[in-house]
């Protein structure tokens, strides 16, 4: 492959869009599934599939409006999902929806049937990360990413506000061919965009420019990492903060961009360091050179536990402090 | 074993019973979260065997002996936690720690924190599977235990549980006795409505399992069907136990939404009044 040639004015304008207000949150489900009510109306090859979670992916929405195009199939995720494989055959766009360890723990069934068969089904996992809290490791989606990133043709994405959500979710519904997984959180998360933002596929947004950091992040840590971008302000550091919508593909000539023009680099992630976000980004840079020092946040291979959300983050090392902290010791090393 | 209950035995155990209900919702109350449905549904059927049927030791924990229990529906945890306190695996006190960082006490059973736990759980329809192991391994290794596995109604529905339903009998598994809590209601809605299960006793009969239907909060028929499931047909055994969702407690039986939310204060201490006086 040839080496891709960036200089420093490829990063693009900062948007208009970016509006950012802690006080207006939303969970990413529920924005899911408003947003899926919406799409549903206008375009009937949309068909919903749940696995007895419809209450908390909140397709129950969709199936008040819709009952006959909703799907109930129980908790039996496996037929869910050779059953969305085989509508998506016939020419429907099935949302298939449970939590993020349910449906990408049934990997094969995915990797042959929705994979492999390159169909339009768009693969809802919600619960993601350790952001979940209480219900400990096994209702937590924490390698989902790295499942789905291996497969061929699949696309990966997380948005990170409520706004993101609806425009992703009307863009797959209309404009895209092909297998996706959204990762969704159950927690709420504030608002980073208005009314203006363009979803654009493939594409990382700059939230903030800075000349010696960069904090590429995606999900439910983006305005963590936000925040901390901030508190290194203090410290005299300015940073880049970009929001990764899509992790596959994933904006490679942004991050190399940002790689050549930044001195520290580090991705943020509420999802294992193996596989995700990191990975991706590591990867990009292992064909480059001259470089930024790439540091990886995230779950370090280690089974998450229960607790509350914001106590998990603190010992898990994705709170804004703890994101801080890292950052702090990484430049100082 | 003795053929039936005496009456002081049964007064015991639904004393028990009572006691674990009223830790369970205390427990979930101080977590703030949890299942308190699926919790009292099972409190009668984990009672009779750890407080009276199976063979265990709380001061020999590992002892190879042992009879094996798998919470295959590894939300009800809270009730299975509080029968191990009772039983004395660990203090009582602990219980409270529930759901909060660091704690052994996971939202759903982690085996490697809690090794009394028998397995992790909480991915639904995986503990058939895993118990059937350990009953396999109890013939290759000739030790007399059994393997007891709670299973949830709706997590029936999983298809892995018909792959263990198969392969059961065929190793002639007279060692696995499988309890279903059936206590008709799931997440989105009755299990009827979700995704049917009907005619259930025919099903584990057609897949050529030894299968009784009992009353699940009725402690006389629980002893009986576990005394029944001791004496080898060369099949494994199904106790389909019909049961209460939220079972003790007015405001929660039969009533989807306490599958998985905590009770207020004023809430819990209104269903530990109720079930008091019970
Ligand atoms: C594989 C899997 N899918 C979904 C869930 C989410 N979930 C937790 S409890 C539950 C309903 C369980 O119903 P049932 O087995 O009838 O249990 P009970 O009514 O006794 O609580 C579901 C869908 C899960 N834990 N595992």
Redesign the interface.
Same mark, same amino acid.
């Given at each position: 492959m040839e080496k891709a040639q960036v200089s420093k004015n490829e990063t693009k304008p900062l948007k208009n869009y970016v509006d950012i207000n802690p006080q207006k949150k939303v969970a990413t489900r529920a924005a899911f599934g408003k947003a899926l009510v919406s799409v549903g109306e206008n375009n009937q090859n949309i068909v919903v599939l749940?696995a007895?979670?419809?209450?908390?992916t909140k397709s129950?929405l969709f199936a008040e409006k819709f009952p006959d195009r909703f799907f +109930?199939?129980?908790?039996?995720e496996?037929?869910m999902i050779g059953t969305a494989a085989g509508l998506a055959l016939s020419g429907k766009i099935p949302y298939l929806c449970s939590f993020g360890?349910?449906v990408a723990?049934r990997f094969e069934t995915i990797r042959i049937s929705i994979a492999y068969n390159q169909v339009n089904c768009r693969i809802i996992g919600t619960h993601a990360g350790i952001g979940i809290? +209480?219900?400990?490791?096994?209702?937590m989606a924490l390698e989902d990413m790295a499942l789905m990133r291996s497969l061929p043709g699949m696309g990966v994405l997380q948005p990170a506000d409520d706004i993101e959500t609806q425009r992703m979710i009307e863009f797959l519904s209309n404009h895209h061919q092909g297998p996706v997984y959204v990762r969704l959180t159950r927690q709420a998360l504030p608002q980073l965009f208005n009314q203006q933002y363009v979803f654009e596929y493939g594409k990382g947004v700059i939230l903030e420019e800075g000349k010696d950091i960069a904090l590429v992040a995606t999900g439910g840590v983006v305005h963590p990492a936000y925040e901390a971008a901030q508190k290194l302000k203090e410290k005299g550091y300015t940073s880049s903060v970009v929001n990764i919508h899509t992790i596959k593909p994933l904006d490679e000539t942004l991050i190399q961009s940002l790689a050549h023009s930044h001195q520290w680099m580090f991705t943020i992630e509420d999802h294992t360091i193996m596989g995700g976000l990191g990975s991706a980004v590591s990867e990009v840079l292992a064909g480059t050179q001259n470089h930024a020092v790439l540091s990886r946040i995230g779950i370090q291979d280690i089974y998450g536990?229960?607790?509350?959300p914001e106590?998990?983050y603190e010992?898990y090392g994705l709170s804004t402090a703890k994101i801080v902290e890292h950052i702090l010791r990484q430049l100082e090393s | 074993m003795a053929t039936s209950l005496s009456p002081e035995l049964h007064q015991k155990l639904s004393e028990t019973a009572r006691a674990l209900r009223m830790l369970s919702l205390q427990m979930i109350t101080e977590?703030?979260?949890?299942h308190p449905g699926g919790s009292l549904s099972a409190a009668d059927l984990v009672t009779v065997l750890f407080f009276h049927y199976m063979t265990h030791n709380p001061h020999e924990p590992h002892w190879p002996e042992r009879d094996r229990f798998v919470l295959s529906k @590894?939300h009800g945890v809270p009730v299975v936690y509080a029968a191990l306190a009772k039983c004395g695996y660990f203090p009582e006190e602990e219980l409270m720690t529930?759901?909060?960082?660091?704690?052994r006490?996971? @939202?759903?059973p982690?085996h490697v924190r809690l090794p009394f736990m028998e397995t992790?759980?909480?991915?639904?329809?995986q503990g058939l599977s895993i118990a059937q192991g350990m009953a396999m391994a109890a013939k290759l290794d000739q030790k007399k235990y059994k393997t007891y596995c709670l299973l949830g109604d @709706?997590?029936t529905?999983?298809?892995q549980i018909w792959e263990a339903a198969m392969s059961a009998p065929k190793y002639q598994l007279d060692n696995l006795i499988a309890i279903l809590d059936f206590n008709k209601g799931?997440?989105?809605g009755y299990t009827e409505?979700?995704?049917n299960l009907s005619p259930l006793k025919a099903k584990w009969e057609a897949f050529n399992w030894e299968v009784q239907e009992i009353d699940g909060h009725d402690l006389h028929q629980i002893f009986a069907a576990l005394n029944h499931a001791q004496i080898s047909r060369k099949k494994p055994h199904m106790i389909i136990a019909h049961t209460i969702k939220g079972k003790g407690v007015s405001f929660m039986e039969d009533n989807i939404d306490w599958h998985g939310k905590s009770p207020s204060l004023k809430e819990r201490d209104q269903a530990i009044e109720e079930l008091r006086r019970h």
């Open positions: 749940d007895d979670l419809s209450v908390s129950s +109930e199939m129980g908790i039996a496996s037929n360890c349910f723990g809290g +209480e219900d400990g490791y096994t209702q536990e229960s607790g509350t106590a998990l010992k | 977590a703030q979260s949890g @590894g529930l759901r909060k960082i660091n704690s006490l996971q @939202g759903h982690d992790s759980s909480g991915s639904l329809g @709706g997590e529905q999983e298809g799931q997440i989105d409505d979700v995704m």
